[in-house]
Each structure stands twice: as structure tokens, then as C-alpha cells.
């Protein structure tokens, strides 16, 4: 495998191969927000889960109770209402006093929005507005609210709970309009925008992962002679993508933060906005860095280094007389991998089978290069250098102290231990061979 990563390639070839492995990278990390867009923004389900957590931030919650009283005493003159509720001579105390429970309603409507029941209509209303945003992308004429053809988040029954559950009378409840807690998420004119945009990125969604993972194979199949560093160049193309996106997700935010916040209260909310809104999007790019890190691995394991050769010759016994080891200890890290779930992929059914099936691969090819490499390592030849051990260390118990200045050993046992070391991968052919003349010359003392 030596030669793999040293054959020499036409300055053409060349150039294309590189052209290539970075064509992949980049498409890669378009597919990566592609992917992240499909499931975030094209999927309702995937809408309301990251709605829920939204709410379950207490920043959020905050911005979420206040907009909800506003909208209260926006659409109902609560001071009337507390002026009714007074004797005359307490008429002028209904402003205080409404103001009074502005603050009280905002505290009690922050709890009741921590509740089950308010956090399931709060999800079915952002359920319902996903589903209606992907209607409107698909072009379904069904989907015209009373907004007109725009996306509009629906909160009206959250209010009417609230209001209900702060013990409001039943006629302040009636008295809220259709129109109240009702937030336009896309007008109308950007509906255009949004149709053209929605099947671009459904297209490409589906396309361009296979397509990155093509341009690769191709750069792979176009180096005879040098696969072995180009499949390294592949899974560090994957790697790079996911690192980009990463850090591109936590320089954008910055920005998008402090455009969204536009007051320093308004700063953490709109943090946890983008931290949760995103969160699928480091997922995907976490999942490219993980499924890029074993193909460098593998193709660093496979190469000519002195570390991994000596793992190739330690690991050569088991491999090729115990392969049913070498597959349980595949399965075994597999189902680690999967119980301890560092990314969303490793709990889904395809992407599980996916990572078995290129790890089974992995073994068989490594099987087949040690094959090739070390024919003759067996478990018993692997265990010698741990006998020869043995055996020393009785000889030498046995055997008389020499004269005072002689060798501490013989030269058999330095041979010995030489010839161990260099089966072990400790010692190269050349340092053996250098080794062995200085032993064979009388200068044992060279070698301790």
C-alpha cells in the first residue's frame, strides 16, 4: 500500500482529481443547508417540535407573554372594564389598577405558558401555520387565509385560554376579535419568492448530497496509484464541509442576533431564536464530520506509516485467523455508537445501516491488504515474543553472574530480543539488519 500513496499521477489527472475533491467539498456544504432547510422549514412536524422548544426558553417565553397582554390590552379597553367593575366614587383608581394587572397578568401568563395544555395549543398553532406555509410553496389554491394568500401564525385561541385561565369574565373573552394575536409570517408578495425558492431547495435537498458523494467516487477512480490518500482527501472533504457550516452558523448568528434583537431585552430572546432554530442545521453538519472522520482513519490506517504499519502487523494474527472477532468487535462499537447517539443520524434506521455496511466493507478490505502484507502472522507467532521473554528471564536467573565487566547477556539472547522486536514492528528492516552487525561484531553494549 506503500506505492498507493506515492505513484505519480500526469500533471492533467492531477489537476482534475484536485478539481474535483474541492468541487465535492463545496457542493457538499450546500447540500448541507439544503438538507437543513428540507426538514426544518419544508416538514410541519419538524415546525412545531422546534416551536415547543422555542417556548420552553424562558427568554422566549417572556417576549411570548408580554406580546400576548399587549395584544390583550390592544384589543379590549381593560380600563373600561375595571371602571365598570367599581363603585363610582372608585372610578378614577381604573387606571392604576389596570395597569396594576397588566404587570400581574404578564407574570401569570408566563407560567400558564409552561403548562401542558397551553404548550399543546401553542404547537398546534404552529403546526397548522408550517403546514399552511408548505400549502402556499406547493401552489395549493386551498390554502388563501383571510390574511389573503400569506402565512400567518394564528394565536387567537392561545389568547382566549389565557384570558380564560386568568379568570376573565366570560364576555372580555367575547370580546376579542377574530384578528387578535394574529402574526403575519409572509406577505403576500413574497409568495412569488417563496414558491421559486421552495422547489429549488426541495430539488436540490435530494440531489446534492448524491451529487458530492459522486464527484468524489469519480476523484477516487480517477487517481490509479494514489486512491488510497485521495479516499483521505474525500472523508476530509466531509470534514471541512461540516467545520465550515459550523463556524459559519456561529459567525452568522452574531449578525442575524443583532438584527433581530434591535434592543438589548430583546437580546437574549432573539438568541435562543436562532441557537433553536438552527439546531438541526449543526445536527446535518455534525453528521458530515462524523461520517468524514472513519473514511480518514481508515485511509491513514491503511497507509504507509510507520504507526500504521505496526498496528497492521499487531492487528494481522486476529484479523486473519479470528475474523469473527474482528466483525463482533465492529458490532460491538457500532451499538456504542448508537446507545451513546452523539448525532440525530445514528438513531435512524438508514443512516445505522449505512455506517454497518461501510464499516463491515472496511474490515474485509483491511482483511485482504494484511493477507497480502503479513502471510504468515498467526496468534501462536504473535504470543513468541512473550516465550522468548519467559524463557530469558529463567535463563538468566540460571545462568552464572560473568566476570565483572563482561556482557550482562549473551549475544543469542540480544539476538533474541531483536528478532522480537523486529517481528513486533518495533524495529524496520534496515534498523534489524544495522542492529544484528552490531551484536554480531561484539558490541552488545550498543544495543541495551
Known sequence: MAADGSATLPAGRRWLVRGLLALATVVAIAAIFAVWANRQVLDAENWSETSSELLANDAIRTQVAAYLVDQLYEQVDVQAEVAAALPARLEPLAGPAANGLRQLAERRTERLLGRPLVQRAWEEANRLTAQQFIDIAEGDSRAVTLAGNAVVLNLREVLRDLVTRLGGPGRLVNRIPDDAARVTIMTADEVGTLQNAFNAVKGMSAFLPGLSVALFVLAVFLAPGRRRRTIAFAGGGFVFAGAVVLVGR???????????????????????????????????????????????????????????????????????????????????????????????????VLPVLLFTLLAVSGVAVLRRQIAEEFPEATTTRLRLPTVDGVKRAVRTTTTPLRPRGGPAITRLDELERLAALHDRGVLSDDEFAAEKRLVVAGHPEEVM
Open 250 to 348: 456561529g459567525i452568522t448568528g452574531d449578525a442575524v442576533v443583532d438584527a433581530l434583537a434591535g434592543t438589548e431585552a430583546g437580546h437574549a430572546p432573539a438568541e435562543a431564536v436562532w441557537s433553536i432554530g438552527t439546531e438541526m442545521l449543526r445536527d446535518v453538519a455534525q453528521a458530515a464530520i462524523v461520517m468524514g472522520l472513519p473514511v480518514v482513519a481508515a485511509a491513514w490506517l491503511a497507509g504507509p506509516t510507520r504507526p500504521a504499519v505496526a498496528l497492521r502487523r499487531t492487528a494481522a494474527p486476529w484479523l486473519r485467523t479470528r475474523p469473527d472477532l474482528a466483525y463482533a468487535a465492529v458490532a460491538a462499537l457500532i451499538l456504542l455508537v448508537v446507545a451513546w447517539g452523539p448525532i440525530p443520524a445514528t438513531r435512524m
